[in-house]
């Protein structure tokens, strides 16, 4: 890391804690009329520790393209959170049906995905759609083994792959 | 504020169905896998809907973006949960049911 992408990580780390900060304890900050300055140099000395210690935890490097894949990412939420809610019916019809219908199987599957930014979150991807959770995952093959509830939800990994694409177009890995 | 009642207990209504809908499926679904499908899914939408009533009900101030970051949290946290009780059985090799099975 050279001093340009330290002094990055460590401004992007500064600004995240202190921006938690005063959202956690913005009643002291705010309410007591004036603000109260001694108060506020408390966080920015806490932000600062923390920033020190550990801001290459936070950004340990600065990726390539990271706007791109940052706008593309905010779209994929609201899919994602659509994809919830149709999970939640789908476990919650299959729960209640009283011939429950399920039929669990193991499969396996490889992607072209290799960053851990992008396993991660085509594994919890996985986890929070319908019938399908992640057991493993192996990062060099990009190999992924799925417990899925029921033959419908395993078809759509393994034939439509509309979320390893949709995750591959996000970081750019296609 | 009678609306604001009306979505709340809405959102929260919803939520503890699907809260009670994960424990029915702990109980009826025949092995470890499928109940965590069950626990691991349902959990997931029914905390985040019983914490949007609440932020529903006590209206915009600054606890409400507590109770967001909280939700972002229990996102981010219930998938990985799931993944890491899953992965810990699989590994130490507790068998899948399958169709035709008795109940374990």
């Known amino acids: ?174 | 504020m009678l609306v604001i009642d009306v979505i709340a207990t809405v959102l929260m209504g919803v939520g503890a169905f699907f809260m009670i809908t994960g424990a029915v499926g702990l109980l009826r679904f025949p092995d470890f896998y499928t109940r965590l499908h069950a626990t691991g899914k349902c959990d997931t939408l029914g905390e985040v809907l019983i914490i949007a009533g609440c932020m529903v009900y006590e209206g915009f101030s600054f606890i409400t973006i507590k109770l967001l970051l909280l939700m972002v949290f229990i996102f981010i946290a219930n998938p990985v949960g799931t993944h890491a009780i899953m992965k810990a059985a699989y590994l130490t090799g507790v068998k899948p049911w399958k169709k035709g099975d008795k109940r374990m």
């Open chain 1, 1 to 174: 890391m050279n001093a340009r992408e330290r002094a990055i990580s460590m401004t992007i780390t500064f600004i995240t804690m202190f921006v938690f900060w005063l959202l956690l304890s913005a009643w002291v900050v705010y309410l007591p009329q004036p603000y109260d300055l001694l108060e506020v140099s408390k966080g920015i000395i806490c932000a600062l520790i923390v920033t020190l210690v550990s801001h290459e935890l936070l950004v340990p490097r600065i990726g390539e393209n990271v706007l791109v894949k940052t706008r593309r990412f905010i779209p994929y939420i609201f899919w994602e959170l659509w994809q919830i809610v149709l999970a939640n019916l789908d476990v919650a019809y299959r729960v209640i049906h009283p011939k429950m219908p399920i039929d669990p199987l193991v499969i396996e599957f490889e992607t072209t995905l290799r960053s851990d930014f992008a396993l991660t979150t085509l594994a919890n991807s996985i986890t929070l759609t319908p019938g399908t959770i992640t057991i493993t995952v192996e990062p060099e093959q990009g190999k992924f083994l799925v417990h899925a509830i029921a033959k419908a939800p395993a078809d759509a990994l393994l034939v439509d792959k509309t979320m390893q694409e949709k995750v591959a177009y996000v970081y750019m890995e296609e």
